[in-house]
């Protein structure tokens, strides 16, 4: 049997048919690297600075509303702009550049300015889940929208400007390079095989459950085998449903309740919140999760070195970040 929890190996990411290097033997090193300050969760219900809560100004000029649940608007610094005209640039077939236009937009997960996905009720998350919904079938609709990407960064360490619970929609005209390259790969496995391979790998996750962080009728959450961050996780819808807006009640409350365990799964890990990116992708629907935190609230992963180099590297198994994330108690 290979030693997949002592022996340096690789991993395939079926994914993104690319590997990644795992060295559990260094997981015990020492460490000398950068030790951050903690951040402290939002203390406040109502921050009248806070350009995202309820009745505040922002910086458009525009003033929020008094919401009481969700609330979306036009991000006033987008990074796609929807006037933007089609055009081509080409020097020696080496320098190519197009033009690229889209809509980005700000949800506001709540009101209150202290909460997190982790610290809502699920009835909260639940309207969130059908606000996503609502926004990603309303985008797609439009004419020149090719992909619409939700997702969420928490905590400064991810970049995140503002701790008021909220996310992004970013709508492109064109498929973005991870999204397709995505696409490719599970294309590729259903014509050799005649299934879906997220389909197939939920199943196979669930009866090894060596990487099962947490499950209910409706969605697998699990440390996927090929993780290149200490902490990731996979969230795979039980049902083939193509995505989010696709997902029926019931489903929408499972993922509400999934939502929610992972956040507080994540925060009592390390006893402080737990920054994060997060996004859904469509096809088979399914979420990713991309936590920096390495060995305590304070030290992070770096891709550094050989990772920028040759290829991701981590020293700490998926089945042992598993088993750590299973130990950490949730609220369900």
């Known amino acids: 049997m290979m030693d997949l929890h002592g022996r340096p190996h690789r991993r395939f990411n079926p994914l993104r048919r690319e590997w990644v290097l795992v060295s559990p033997q260094r997981a015990e090193r020492p460490w000398q690297g950068e030790i951050a300050p903690v951040e402290a969760p939002a203390g406040v219900s109502y921050d009248p600075a806070c350009y995202l809560c309820p009745g505040n100004l922002r910086h458009s000029g525009e003033r929020n509303p008094e919401y009481r649940s969700t609330f979306v608007f036009d991000n006033d610094f987008p990074a796609l702009l929807p006037d ?3 055009e081509h640039f080409e020097c020696g077939d080496i320098l190519i550049a197009e033009a690229e236009s889209g809509i ?3 949800v506001c ?3 209150d300015h202290s909460l997190s996905l982790a610290r809502m009720s699920k009835q909260q998350i639940r309207a969130s889940v059908d606000t996503l919904a609502a ?3 309303e985008l797609m609709s439009l004419p020149g929208i090719r992909h619409v990407q939700i997702f969420e960064n928490r905590g400064e360490m991810m970049g995140c400007s503002n701790p008021h619970p909220h996310g992004q929609i970013w709508a492109n005209q064109t498929v973005p390079d991870e999204v397709a390259q995505e696409s490719a790969a599970m294309e590729q496995y259903r014509a050799a095989r005649g299934t879906c391979l997220l389909c197939d790998y939920g199943v196979l996750e ?3 459950a060596e990487r099962l962080v947490c499950e209910n009728a409706s969605f697998v959450a699990v440390v996927p085998f090929w993780a290149v961050w200490p902490f990731e996780i996979l969230l795979v819808a039980r049902r083939h449903a193509a995505s989010i807006d696709a ?3 019931a489903e929408r409350d499972d993922l509400a309740s999934t939502l ?3 956040g507080t799964r994540y925060d009592r890990l390390f006893g402080a919140p737990f920054p994060y990116t997060m996004g859904f992708h469509q096809g088979h629907f399914h979420a990713h999760y991309y936590p920096p935190l390495l060995r305590s609230a304070s030290v992070r992963k770096f891709m550094v070195g050989y990772e920028m180099l040759a290829m991701p590297q981590r020293d700490l198994t998926p089945e042992s970040a598993a ?3 299973r130990a950490s108690i949730e609220d369900c």
């Open 84 to 86: 933007t005209k089609p």
């Open 104 to 106: 980005c937009r700000v």
């Open 109 to 111: 997960f709540s009101p």
């Open 135 to 137: 926004q990603f079938q």
């Open 206 to 208: 669930e009866r090894l």
């Open 247 to 249: 997902l029926d009640g």
């Open 260 to 262: 929610k365990r992972i």
């Open 323 to 325: 088993e750590r994330l």
